[in-house]
T-cell receptor, first 113, second 111 residues
């Protein structure tokens, strides 16, 4: 969903632990959802996506869960590594609005060695 | 062989000036976008073009004018720059199968 400019939340996680990042989206008409990772000085980088007709999708070390009933999306990162330190964004795509991609407010993940 | 490239990477300019940011993609995508990222990291869409045609135009001051000379290019021209225009601007392109690819951003600082 859309942030209203709130302070960026931070998740601190020990290296090797699992991370869970949560996101609430706003529009039930969104047809698919994407998680992005943004490292300092770089653009958002695609991690994983999920269609609205699915509730779970797995990638390499990452799993996305979609709960349409409560409009909630989560990203699970297994065995978090120092290279996973970044800001993570969820985004919802609306095909009906010309494939408009709306980003959530972002979560900063800090991996402690 | 950068997929989505933006120039310049950094732009510092005075209030009232007019400046342009250029974006090019070599992915063969039909759709391109401009996003603005503020100091709190919030990313908001500004414009979208599909094959040179304007598709999305969010509530953006008309000092901002996108131009797409062909489907591989989407430039952003900003007139009469204001302090509040300071942000990082990201260009992106989209493929139906593979989704969105973002450029590395242009950090605009208005002084």
């Amino acid at each position: 969903g859309e942030s209203v400019g709130l302070h960026l939340p931070t998740l601190s996680v020990q290296e090797g632990d699992n991370s869970i990042i949560n996101c609430a989206y706003s529009n039930s008409a969104s047809d698919y959802f994407i998680w992005y990772k943004q490292e300092s000085g770089k653009g958002p980088q695609f991690i994983i996506d999920i269609r609205s007709n699915m509730d779970k999708r797995q990638g390499q070390r990452v799993t996305v869960l979609l709960n349409k009933t409560v409009k909630h999306l989560s990203l699970q990162i297994a065995a978090t590594q120092p290279g996973d330190s970044a800001v993570y964004f969820c985004a919802e795509n609306m095909k009906a609005a010309g494939n408009k991609l709306t980003f959530g407010g972002g979560t900063r993940v800090l991996v402690k060695p | 062989d950068t997929a989505v490239s933006q120039t310049p990477k950094y732009l510092v300019t005075q209030m009232g000036n007019d400046k342009s940011i250029k974006c090019e993609q070599n992915l063969g995508h039909d759709t391109m976008y401009w996003y603005k990222q503020d100091s709190k990291k919030f990313l908001k869409i500004m414009f979208s073009y599909n094959n040179k045609e304007l598709i999305i135009n969010e509530t953006v001051p008309n000092r901002f004018s996108p131009k797409s000379p062909d489907k591989a290019h989407l430039n952003l021209h900003i007139n009469s720059l204001e302090l509040g225009d300071s942000a990082v601007y990201f260009c992106a392109s989209r493929d139906l199968e593979r989704g969105y690819t973002f450029g590395s951003g242009t950090r605009l600082t208005v002084v």
